[in-house]
DNA sequence: ATATTTTTTGCAAGAAATTGCACAATGATG
DNA sequence: CATCATTGTGCAATTTCTTGCAAAAAATAT
């Protein structure tokens, strides 16, 4: 096999499946480990392929290695815009914290006239810079790790409120419910699903089909998915089965 | 699996769920939590990621209150310093807000243990960042012109608790007492007054000797009064005079 | 066609990297 | 302060990398 033919093949691969193996190329095309090992590197001074340790990754791997910011701010923003449109004046909101949350405090109308309850010290930050909007928050021990309130306190406050909308950002959900991985937190969130006539939940698309240790609730407790993608996604379609709105 | 591969793999999921425990991550992708370990140490170096005890947080998701440059800081540090003086161990304090506050809320040292109350947010955001004080927010309506909570839910919470010592930064102080001029504000802070042992005044030396139109208290309230300057400085005579310790 | 030069390949040995384990130190927590 | 989990460190086993070198293959010259 000629050195040109190799190096293609080697292309390919990695083109195909994102990373290779040196050892894996070796028992392949049956040379040394050592010309796999020349071939990748050359391939790597041409900038074609990423070298690393035990053999090479695409360059569109690069990509997600070097995370941008940037999209993820992008597509929380279009979360945000989402909600904002669910949002009437005069409403009782509760809202947990969270990064989408807070653009969404930024995107809201500087004239809406509606009720923001809070247990997030960030959240409440926002929302006290808006103009119109009335802010409580829902106070009691703070949690260090999740800088929201949390403690028999703040879910009996909770629990006292009839709230049209929860707006809450999650951490993950699939088939089985929205999970977390926070016991206090969790509390707060059960709550606060609870007092809301209809739950919202905003979750970059990345974390659809995602679950961690502890569960929040199921499927059927909720009633609005907003995520970045279009609703026609066929991601979505086992949550729409369960009668849940896209955004 | 390749190195970069999961360490790639580790940021994605600190990206989703903004924090992670390295004996999940252990289990998930089936190596030894000692190479987690050293992957988050490394992703740590990298600026990455931030890494805690048994795990690590997403760096997007921590830095979120701007530091702003305030007016007279140098003298505040100063206040700030002699009030941390009188904080001892297990002490339950009821605080303002204010950027003095903050101020002091930064220099408390890191081995100090106590509980904080307050009702404003920027300072509950700054107790939150330190790693042994437990916060409470005494929480309700958000005043958007001071950031406290204000309103009955809070005085009532207020009058509940009995603290050692009520930390109270001030807009005025002559010798007819504490004033102010948000009427919200002064129930809060009457309340917090009547709830702690003793009241302590921080306040730059030029709010001394100004008045505002509503009245919090007098100076018989009040148990010593933390300025920038020495305090043999003639300008306490009348306060002295009443039997407050200046500091 | 043969010799010479250049390139490529495989091999060996030492260096470096990676990983898991044991153990002591440190940190969390009640 | 006592217990338990987490962490850092040194170590050993394994794998991968680098380097130098010589044989093999290919290209080029004579």
């Not at 909600?83 to 947990?96: E, K």
């Not at 969130?189 to 974390?207: C, D, F, G, R």
């Not at 961690?212 to 979505?236: H, K, W």
Request: charged share 25%; proline share 2%; with cysteine.
């Amino acid at each position: 096999m000629l050195k040109t033919e190799r190096q293609a093949y080697i292309l390919r691969q990695i083109d195909l499946h994102n990373r290779i193996l040196s050892s894996d190329l070796s028992n392949e095309i049956n040379v040394s480990e050592d010309t796999i090992r020349r071939d990748l590197n050359e391939l790597a001074d041409m900038d074609k392929i990423i070298k690393v340790h035990g053999g090479a990754l695409s360059k569109s791997f690069h990509s997600s290695f070097l995370k941008s910011d940037v999209y993820k701010a992008d597509s929380k923003r279009v979360i945000a815009s989402k909600a904002v449109s669910l949002i009437r004046n005069n409403m009782f909101i509760l809202t947990t914290g969270g990064t989408t949350v807070i653009e969404m405090a930024r995107l809201l109308p500087s004239d809406l006239n509606a009720t923001f309850f809070t247990g997030s010290i960030p959240a409440a930050h926002e929302y006290a810079q808006h103009p119109n909007i009335e802010v409580i928050f829902l106070g009691d021990k703070i949690s260090k790790s999740s800088q929201i309130a949390v403690g028999g306190e703040a879910i009996s406050k909770i629990a006292g409120i009839k709230a049209d909308l929860c707006i809450m950002g999650i951490n993950a959900i699939d088939e089985t419910g929205i999970t977390d991985n926070d016991w206090e937190v969790i509390q707060v969130k059960k709550a606060m699903i609870q007092a809301a006539e209809k739950t919202v939940i905003l979750s970059i698309s990345e974390k659809l089909n995602t679950h961690q240790r502890l569960t929040i609730c199921g499927l059927d407790e909720i009633d609005t998915i907003i995520t970045e993608l279009d609703p026609s996604n066929p991601v979505f379609e086992p949550y729409k089965k369960e009668g849940i709105t896209i955004l």
